[in-house]
């Protein structure tokens, strides 16, 4: 069956303007997480959705960031004004229900970012 | 927050069984432990997770130490499809914290020999 979508798959643009990152989750899957990953760092928590809601949305960077999910599925990521420390790959994992301690997370193959 | 530590990197010859290590000396009673591999330039992927029982799948067994303060993952056979940095992660029960509750560390890199 699918797995999660991300798209674009690569984005490049310049200092300063936004950028817009879409996720589409498995089908069903009602929990939805974006994260960060520098270049050969560990993944960053960024924001997690239960449906349209964002019940955690602590690890957005600031308030250039948003997220929003609507219809219990798709997601876009937006990062305004960007900076070039902005510059990551950015994921998208889905999982069935919300039981974190023992769903495991289906990822994306992510958005890399890169700000000129 | 309950932490891992595992080797930076370990090598394998293809065909020869690898065990991955991680120490998780504050795990609370409760904490799942999962692993995921990321392969270049993909997502992670989810290989297996436990609580206190030794566990199997498909793709490996994960042995968990009776004090549940480290753990084990097998690969029976290592492939080079195996290549990957592999990851060790303590999953929390604290539920007003979901997204914190997933923390990736930097992983084992693991190298497999032809």
């Known amino acids: 069956g699918a797995g999660v979508s991300q798209s674009p798959s690569n984005k490049v643009t310049e200092k300063g303007k936004d950028v817009e990152l879409r996720c589409d989750p498995i089908?069903?899957?009602?929990?939805l997480y974006w994260y960060r990953q520098s270049l050969g760092q560990g993944l960053e928590f960024l924001i997690y959705?239960?449906?349209?809601?964002?019940?955690?949305k602590s690890g957005l960077p600031s308030d250039r960031f948003s997220a929003e999910r609507t219809g219990g599925s798709v997601s876009t990521l937006t990062i305004q004004r960007t900076q070039q420390e902005d510059s990551a790959v950015y994921l998208c994992?889905?999982?069935?229900?919300?039981?974190?301690?023992?769903?495991?997370?289906?990822f994306g193959d992510g958005t890399r970012l890169s700000i000129l | 927050d309950a932490k891992t530590t595992q080797p930076n990197s370990m090598e394998s010859n293809e065909e020869e069984p690898v065990h991955l290590p991680c120490n998780h000396s504050?795990?609370?009673?409760?904490?799942?432990i999962h692993w995921y591999r990321q392969l270049p330039s993909q997502g992670p992927e989810y290989v297996i997770h436990?609580?206190?029982s030794n566990v199997n799948n498909r793709m490996a067994s994960l042995a968990i130490a009776e004090d549940r303060k480290s753990s084990t993952l097998i690969l029976h056979r290592a492939t080079l499809r195996d290549a990957a940095v592999y990851y060790c992660?303590?999953?929390?029960?604290?539920?007003?914290?979901?997204?914190?509750?997933?923390?990736f560390g930097p992983g084992t890199r693991l190298s497999v020999l032809p």
């Open positions: 994992a889905s999982s069935l229900v919300d039981t974190p301690q023992h769903q495991p997370q289906h």
């Open positions: 089908s069903g899957h009602t929990a």
């Open positions: 959705f239960q449906g349209n809601s964002a019940p955690d």
């Open positions: 504050t795990i609370s009673g409760t904490d799942y």
């Open positions: 436990g609580l206190t």
């Open positions: 992660i303590l999953r929390e029960t604290n539920r007003d914290n979901y997204g914190q509750n997933f923390v």
